[in-house]
């Protein structure tokens, strides 16, 4: 009985027996494109559902922002009843998705070759920390991957330690990776009725997702340390203090270095050969710095922000979250929805992308553990 919907993804059914972040990620996005995501969790549920403070009327916010437009059924695998129910499951499905130790899932008969032999057009995902070859032994933790990968390297104060990023950013990366890797699957299926397997693993994604810190070690075999907020090859592009609070000034061009001149009052800087090319000025930072720094002293963030986005030179205040909501909010991006109807209404994150003909629906709120149970159980004991 699968959820009726009239998304891109309509008629498409993912068994998801992924945790955490990156899986479930990946499959609310595909919820949101009209998927039907069913949510296999354990008998305690998803990790994430305890994962507290904050919370919203008792419910982890952790385990809210991931799990919207989903079903869930609690299994235990370990029961052979239980099992029977979640390789049937995976029988039917067009996608299943798991992060599970890699060859974790073989022992219930849900590992890729079972699942294809029974399903042979399905889309199978697997997302692990370090790959199914020599990490597969290897714990797949956000934390670890910003460590073993450089980013906490690249990140901090140069005189201080190394920081991690506010977020589980490599975790949220390869849930997109995993997403792109099952569109592009199950496109391929389309045309040729033959599924695959879509392997995604965190470091891998990281490595990507650190883009010209990569390249310059792989394409110029230079190691890059961490600057603070500064950038290594752009300048200005950084926070820089104003007469209340800091702003972000970035000048990715001369153009906008010219601009931001104007703005500031002193258009003669950007005739000085000192800071007439980008790589002038980034030669030149430390003494190009404090003048653009004397002239912002005269006003505060928020007016530089207004007269410098007039201009078209990128800038912005440094925001806590709410301030980020709120200026969404300004530029008319309704960056909050509404899932679920009545007392089980829940606020959520507008899905990332617009769609002029199939926008992203958010039809079910994040289930309470095994909330749908016995319907799924009922429909997946029925014959095919």
Same mark, same amino acid.
């Given at each position: 009985?699968?959820?009726?919907?009239?998304?891109?993804?309509?008629?498409?059914?993912?068994?998801?027996?992924?945790?955490?972040?990156?899986?479930?990620?990946?499959?609310?996005?595909?919820?949101?494109?009209?998927?039907?995501?069913?949510?296999?969790?354990?008998?305690?549920?998803?990790?994430?559902?305890?994962?507290?403070?904050?919370?919203?009327?008792?419910?982890?916010?952790?385990?809210?922002?991931?799990?919207?437009?989903?079903?869930?059924?609690?299994?235990?695998?370990?029961?052979?009843?239980?099992?029977?129910?979640?390789?049937?499951?995976? /029988?039917?499905?067009?996608?299943?998705?798991?992060?599970?130790?890699?060859?974790?899932?073989?022992?219930?008969?849900?590992?890729?070759?079972?699942?294809?032999?029974?399903?042979?057009?399905?889309?199978?995902?697997?997302?692990?920390?370090?790959?199914?070859?020599?990490?597969?032994?290897?714990?797949?933790?956000?934390?670890?991957?910003?460590?073993?990968?450089?980013?906490?390297?690249?990140?901090?104060?140069?005189?201080?330690?190394?920081?991690?990023?506010?977020?589980?950013?490599?975790?949220?990366?390869?849930?997109?990776?995993?997403?792109?890797?099952?569109?592009?699957?199950?496109? %391929?299926?389309?045309?040729?009725?033959?599924?695959?397997?879509?392997?995604?693993?965190?470091?891998?994604?990281?490595?990507?997702?650190?883009?010209? %810190?990569?390249?310059?070690?792989?394409?110029?075999?230079?190691? #890059?340390? /961490?600057?603070? !907020?500064?950038?290594?090859?752009?300048?200005?592009?950084?926070?820089?203090?104003?007469?209340? !609070?800091?702003?972000?000034?970035?000048?990715?061009?001369?153009?906008?270095?010219?601009?931001?001149?104007?703005?500031?009052?002193?258009?003669?800087?950007?005739?000085?050969?000192?800071?007439?090319?980008?790589?002038?000025?980034?030669? !030149?930072?430390?003494?190009?710095?404090?003048?653009?720094?004397?002239?912002?002293?005269?006003?505060?963030?928020?007016?530089?922000?207004?007269?410098?986005?007039?201009?078209?030179?990128?800038?912005? #205040?440094?925001?806590?979250?709410?301030?980020?909501?709120?200026?969404?909010?300004?530029?008319?991006?309704?960056?909050?929805?509404?899932?679920?109807?009545?007392?089980?209404?829940?606020?959520?994150?507008?899905?990332?992308?617009?769609?002029?003909?199939?926008?992203?629906?958010?039809?079910?709120?994040?289930?309470?553990?095994?909330? %749908?149970?016995?319907?799924?159980?009922?429909?997946?004991?029925?014959?095919?």
């Amino acid at each position: 009985m699968p959820s009726s919907s009239d998304g891109p993804l309509a008629g498409i059914l993912v068994a998801d027996f992924s945790r955490i972040l990156a899986g479930p990620y990946a499959t609310m996005l595909l919820a949101d494109l009209g998927a039907d995501v069913v949510k296999v969790e354990g008998p305690r549920g998803d990790d994430t559902r305890t994962w507290m403070p904050p919370v919203r009327e008792e419910v982890s916010t952790y385990y809210l922002g991931v799990n919207r437009g989903k079903r869930s059924i609690a299994l235990d695998l370990r029961q052979e009843a239980d099992a029977r129910v979640a390789r049937e499951l995976a /029988r039917r499905a067009d996608v299943v998705i798991e992060n599970f130790k890699p060859g974790g899932l073989a022992k219930y008969g849900l590992d890729f070759d079972a699942v294809r032999a029974g399903n042979p057009g399905v889309v199978y995902s697997s997302i692990s920390g370090f790959g199914s070859g020599a990490g597969k032994d290897v714990p797949g933790y956000d934390l670890m991957v910003q460590a073993v990968s450089g980013l906490m390297s690249l990140t901090g104060d140069p005189d201080g330690s190394p920081f991690r990023a506010g977020i589980s950013v490599f975790d949220v990366m390869a849930g997109n990776h995993a997403t792109i890797g099952i569109l592009a699957a199950l496109r %391929h299926r389309d045309r040729t009725g033959q599924g695959q397997h879509v392997e995604v693993n965190l470091l891998s994604s990281a490595l990507t997702g650190l883009v010209n %810190h990569s390249s310059a070690w792989v394409a110029g075999g230079v190691v #890059p340390y /961490r600057m603070g !907020n500064a950038h290594p090859s752009l300048f200005p592009y950084e926070p820089l203090p104003t007469a209340d !609070n800091d702003l972000i000034v970035t000048a990715g061009n001369d153009g906008q270095f010219r601009k931001l001149c104007q703005v500031l009052g002193v258009p003669e800087l950007a005739e000085d050969p000192r800071f007439a090319g980008n790589a002038d000025r980034t030669r !030149n930072r430390e003494e190009l710095r404090p003048l653009l720094v004397a002239e912002l002293a005269r006003h505060g963030a928020l007016e530089w922000f207004e007269l410098l986005t007039a201009a078209g030179v990128p800038s912005g #205040p440094i925001n806590t979250i709410d301030g980020g909501f709120a200026m969404a909010e300004r530029f008319g991006l309704d960056p909050i929805v509404e899932v679920g109807e009545g007392e089980r209404a829940v606020p959520t994150t507008r899905h990332p992308i617009r769609f002029s003909e199939t926008p992203a629906q958010y039809r079910l709120p994040p289930p309470g553990l095994d909330e %749908h149970g016995d319907e799924l159980r009922q429909w997946l004991e029925a014959p095919a």
